[in-house]
């Protein structure tokens, strides 16, 4: 416990309720100010969690002294803006994905970032999810070997969705299928970034969704090589007009075992050993829990049943996250206090968004390379 807690203030009380039970739990922290532009839905928020410090208008917000760290959960298109915003007010940020929808928006908070030497994390769910700390786990022990290739994919159903998704395009959104690929290629000294994508964009989607954003492809698949090594990445996303289950996922191939992903919510993950006879090389595995690597107050909030809003869209297709809430919370928290770079931190959460939006240029351009900007 600290003589003075972090205070935070969460924005966006839709998806963004969820972290307010774990803020209130985590020691050293209050969970200090929510932000919420509908009153009702702000009141009856601060009712149901017991803070009274309530705000309807973000500027006002951050004009509060008191707040250290402001975790955003607004609409994707304010991401950038309300970054920006909230690091040049002097406080720390947790930003959910994406960072932005612009190269120029990625640069912008990457500099000022650095210059006001604040923490900013962009809280990418799927590299604190119990799946990907498994396959972490594996690659750090040995067991995977060399990794030969890396894969994701995120195929959601928008429909019904909020107003700016309709017709988003695919790459836009990537993160989740993106980051997994290059968190485990990370090494202590040294993130894992990509330098350059090439994307293709297959079928059509309606007229009426091309018309939001201008782009016609109801699929985008990317390929990309990991800067410094002779591994490469394949990445999947589709939004609208594909008959898929939800689906966020990623495989790995190793030299001496590989990890596939459940083929459909609710099966079985897939090891494959090699070196045995055929029959043997496959294998179910069940992913256990990592509840352990927290403090013990939020432990619990790993679990599916500590969910707030069951009916939210992005529980009712995301499957809870995989536990990764209060992962994020820990880790977003413990940079602050060691002021430490953030995982990821500014530049390689650009990055990492970057190869999406790049990604979508190219698939514009019929595939061709494109750099993804140095930050």
Same mark, same amino acid.
């Given at each position: ?6 205070r935070?203030?969460?924005? /966006? ?6 972290f307010i ?9 209050e ?9 009702d839905?702000?009141?009856?928020? /601060? ?9 309807t208008?973000y500027?006002?917000?951050?004009? %509060?002294d ?13 991401h950038?803006?309300?970054?920006l915003k ?16 612009? !190269?120029?928006?990625?640069?912008k908070?990457?500099e ?16 604190y ?7 972490k786990e594996?690659?750090?022990?040995g ?5 030969q ?5 995120h195929q959601? %159903?928008?429909?019904? #969705? ?14 989740h299928?993106v980051?997994?690929?290059?968190a ?18 297959? +079928? ?6 091309i018309?939001h954003?201008g ?9 990309f090589r $990991?800067?410094?090594?002779d591994?490469?990445a394949?990445?999947?996303r ?17 030299s001496l075992?590989s990890f596939? #992903?459940q !083929?459909?919510e609710? /099966?079985?993950?897939?090891i494959?050993?090699g070196?045995?006879?055929?029959p043997d090389?496959?294998r ?7 509840a ?7 432990q ?8 707030? %809003? ?6 009712v ?5 995989? /536990?990764?809430h ?6 977003f928290?413990e940079a ?11 530049p390689?959460?650009?990055? #990492?968004?970057? $190869? +999406? ?8 351009? +019929? ?8 930050m």
């Amino acid at each position: 416990h600290l003589a003075t807690p972090i205070r935070v203030a969460i924005v /966006g009380l839709g998806f963004g309720a969820e972290f307010i039970p774990i803020d209130q739990a985590y020691p050293g922290v209050e969970m200090y100010a929510i932000c919420c532009r509908n009153k009702d839905n702000l009141n009856k928020t /601060g009712d149901k969690h017991n803070i009274t410090t309530r705000y309807t208008n973000y500027d006002d917000l951050l004009r %509060d002294d008191k707040i250290d760290a402001v975790h955003i959960n607004s609409p994707i298109p304010d991401h950038a803006s309300h970054t920006l915003k909230a690091l040049a007010a002097g406080k720390h940020v947790a930003c959910t994905v994406p960072m932005a929808t612009s !190269q120029e928006d990625c640069r912008k908070i990457v500099e000022l970032q650095r210059h006001v030497n604040k923490i900013y994390m962009m809280m990418e769910t799927t590299i604190y999810s119990r799946e990907y700390l498994f396959v972490k786990e594996m690659y750090d022990k040995g067991d995977l070997g060399r990794i030969q290739f890396l894969r994701g994919s995120h195929q959601q %159903d928008m429909n019904g #969705w909020p107003h700016y998704w309709p017709g988003l395009p695919p790459m836009w959104y990537a993160t989740h299928c993106v980051s997994p690929c290059l968190a485990l290629m990370c090494t202590p000294s040294q993130p894992a970034t990509a330098e350059h994508v090439t994307c293709h964009g297959s +079928g059509r989607i309606r007229e009426d969704l091309i018309a939001h954003y201008g782009s016609p492809f109801a699929i985008e698949t990317a390929t990309f090589r $990991i800067k410094g090594t002779d591994v490469a990445a394949e990445v999947t996303r589709s939004l609208f007009d594909t008959a898929r289950q939800y689906r966020e996922s990623f495989d790995v191939y190793g030299s001496l075992s590989s990890f596939e #992903w459940q !083929q459909v919510e609710g /099966g079985k993950h897939v090891i494959h050993t090699g070196g045995r006879p055929e029959p043997d090389i496959p294998r179910h595995v069940h992913v256990p829990d990592y509840a352990h690597l927290l403090p013990p107050s939020i432990q619990p909030f790993t679990q599916p049943s500590t969910i707030q %809003d069951a009916d939210h869209l992005s529980f009712v297709q995301g499957g809870g996250h995989g /536990g990764s809430h209060p992962h994020l919370v820990h880790a977003f928290i413990e940079a602050i206090l060691h002021h430490r770079p953030a995982f990821p931190d500014a530049p390689t959460s650009a990055n #990492w968004t970057m $190869i +999406g939006l790049c990604a979508h240029e190219s698939a514009m351009k +019929g595939g061709d390379k494109i750099v993804i900007p140095e930050m």
